[in-house]
């Protein structure tokens, strides 16, 4: 598995989750960021962020309500998941640009590295 993917469960709306990534030294690279896939529908772009952590971008459905971070020395993304709503329900995926680019995008066809999935439900 080249990144793993862990901290998804079952909670409330209005409730809190943190999911983690960690990947190795290929795949922890300048460019990771956050999918999702709900049954039925498209991945769709969370959240992705640059190596140091000064450049960040979110999708519209989560503006003010995720955060992305990432810990480099212990190869680890993070995503801070507050106020969740029943339409947040799906399965996350952490995912990597690969190489050396440092260009942040929300095109699921720009990441080369995926991990596994954590699923998330939120229950209204």
């Known amino acids: 598995v080249q990144l793993q993917a862990c901290g998804g469960g079952l909670v409330r709306a209005r409730g809190v989750l943190r999911l983690s990534c960690v990947g190795s030294e290929r795949t922890f690279t300048n460019v990771m960021g956050w999918f999702r896939q709900a049954p039925g529908k498209e991945r769709e772009f969370v959240a992705a962020?640059?190596?140091?952590?000064?450049?960040?971008t979110y999708g519209d459905s989560v503006k003010g309500r995720f955060t992305i971070s990432r810990d480099n020395a212990k190869n680890t993304l993070y995503l801070q998941m507050n106020n969740l709503k029943p339409e947040d329900t799906a399965i996350h995926y952490c995912a990597s640009r690969g190489g050396r680019v440092t260009v942040l995008s929300s095109s699921r066809r720009m990441y080369q590295y995926w991990g596994q999935g954590t699923q998330v439900t939120v229950s209204s």
């Open positions: 962020i640059s190596w140091n952590g000064d450049s960040t």
